[in-house]
Protein backbone atom coordinates (compact mmCIF):
# COMPACT_ATOMS: atom_id res chain seq x y z
CA UNK A 1 0.00 0.00 0.00
CA UNK A 2 1.52 3.47 -0.91
CA UNK A 3 2.03 5.68 1.95
CA UNK A 4 0.51 9.27 1.85
CA UNK A 5 2.01 12.22 2.82
CA UNK A 6 0.32 15.62 3.02
CA UNK A 7 1.28 18.10 0.86
CA UNK A 8 -0.02 22.24 0.61
CA UNK A 9 -0.55 24.16 -2.19
CA UNK A 10 -1.60 27.85 -1.05
CA UNK A 11 -2.92 30.01 -4.00
CA UNK A 12 -2.85 33.38 -3.34
CA UNK A 13 -4.15 36.25 -5.34
CA UNK A 14 -2.01 38.96 -4.21
CA UNK A 15 1.87 39.40 -5.12
CA UNK A 16 4.46 38.72 -2.56
CA UNK A 17 4.96 42.94 -1.76
CA UNK A 18 1.17 43.09 -0.83
CA UNK A 19 0.11 44.06 3.01
CA UNK A 20 -3.05 44.90 4.01
CA UNK A 21 -3.30 48.63 5.20
CA UNK A 22 -6.15 49.38 8.27
CA UNK A 23 -9.61 50.12 6.63
CA UNK A 24 -10.27 53.38 6.34
CA UNK A 25 -13.84 55.00 7.42
CA UNK A 26 -13.44 52.45 10.78
CA UNK A 27 -15.08 55.06 13.22
CA UNK A 28 -18.31 55.37 10.27
CA UNK A 29 -17.57 51.39 10.35
CA UNK A 30 -18.07 50.90 14.32
CA UNK A 31 -21.21 53.53 14.47
CA UNK A 32 -23.33 51.21 11.38
CA UNK A 33 -22.35 48.13 13.62
CA UNK A 34 -22.22 49.35 16.93
CA UNK A 35 -24.32 46.93 18.29
CA UNK A 36 -22.24 44.72 17.21
CA UNK A 37 -18.85 44.65 19.26
CA UNK A 38 -17.02 41.32 17.71
CA UNK A 39 -17.63 42.54 14.72
CA UNK A 40 -16.43 45.69 15.10
CA UNK A 41 -12.97 44.01 16.89
CA UNK A 42 -12.78 41.86 13.72
CA UNK A 43 -12.93 44.64 11.35
CA UNK A 44 -10.47 46.36 12.87
CA UNK A 45 -8.07 44.45 13.41
CA UNK A 46 -8.36 42.57 9.93
CA UNK A 47 -5.38 43.65 8.32
CA UNK A 48 -3.36 42.46 11.36
CA UNK A 49 -4.56 38.82 11.10
CA UNK A 50 -4.71 39.03 7.71
CA UNK A 51 -0.81 40.36 7.65
CA UNK A 52 0.39 37.79 10.32
CA UNK A 53 -1.17 34.96 8.38
CA UNK A 54 0.70 36.01 5.13
CA UNK A 55 3.97 36.31 7.38
CA UNK A 56 2.87 32.51 8.57
CA UNK A 57 2.70 31.69 4.74
CA UNK A 58 5.91 33.22 3.96
CA UNK A 59 7.51 31.48 6.88
CA UNK A 60 6.00 27.97 6.26
CA UNK A 61 7.46 28.36 2.33
CA UNK A 62 10.76 28.92 3.52
CA UNK A 63 10.81 25.55 5.66
CA UNK A 64 9.44 23.78 2.48
CA UNK A 65 6.73 22.82 4.44
CA UNK A 66 4.03 24.42 1.88
CA UNK A 67 4.56 25.42 -2.29
CA UNK A 68 2.91 28.52 -2.75
CA UNK A 69 1.64 30.38 -6.53
CA UNK A 70 1.00 33.94 -6.65
CA UNK A 71 0.80 36.67 -8.73
CA UNK A 72 4.69 37.60 -9.97
CA UNK A 73 3.39 41.40 -9.81
CA UNK A 74 1.18 43.23 -8.12
CA UNK A 75 -2.49 43.18 -9.54
CA UNK A 76 -4.24 45.98 -9.61
CA UNK A 77 -7.91 45.11 -9.25
CA UNK A 78 -11.01 47.00 -8.24
CA UNK A 79 -13.16 44.79 -5.61
CA UNK A 80 -16.07 44.38 -8.27
CA UNK A 81 -13.91 44.63 -11.50
CA UNK A 82 -16.22 44.76 -14.72
CA UNK A 83 -13.64 45.39 -17.40
CA UNK A 84 -13.82 41.93 -19.26
CA UNK A 85 -10.37 42.95 -21.06
CA UNK A 86 -8.52 43.46 -17.52
CA UNK A 87 -10.26 40.56 -16.01
CA UNK A 88 -8.72 38.81 -19.06
CA UNK A 89 -5.24 40.47 -18.15
CA UNK A 90 -5.62 39.46 -14.62
CA UNK A 91 -6.33 35.54 -15.79
CA UNK A 92 -3.64 35.63 -18.27
CA UNK A 93 -1.24 36.83 -15.51
CA UNK A 94 -2.09 33.87 -12.74
CA UNK A 95 -2.27 31.45 -15.59
CA UNK A 96 1.56 32.21 -16.38
CA UNK A 97 2.72 32.54 -13.22
CA UNK A 98 1.26 28.97 -12.28
CA UNK A 99 2.93 27.12 -15.63
CA UNK A 100 5.83 28.91 -14.69
CA UNK A 101 6.00 27.48 -11.46
CA UNK A 102 4.84 24.09 -12.67
CA UNK A 103 7.92 22.19 -12.39
CA UNK A 104 8.66 23.11 -9.05
CA UNK A 105 5.49 21.99 -7.87
CA UNK A 106 5.94 18.95 -9.37
CA UNK A 107 9.38 18.55 -7.37
CA UNK A 108 7.58 19.50 -4.21
CA UNK A 109 4.60 16.86 -4.73
Do not use: W
Not at 15 to 30: E, S, V
Not at 33 to 46: C, G, I, T, V
Not at 77 to 90: R, S, V, Y
Amino acid sequence: MLERTKKTVVVLTRDHTYRKKPMKYINLIKKAFKEYPNLQHDLENRHIVYNQTLDTIDKLEREGQIFVIRPSKPIACAMIEKDPNHLQEIYDIGRRDALNSLEELKKYL
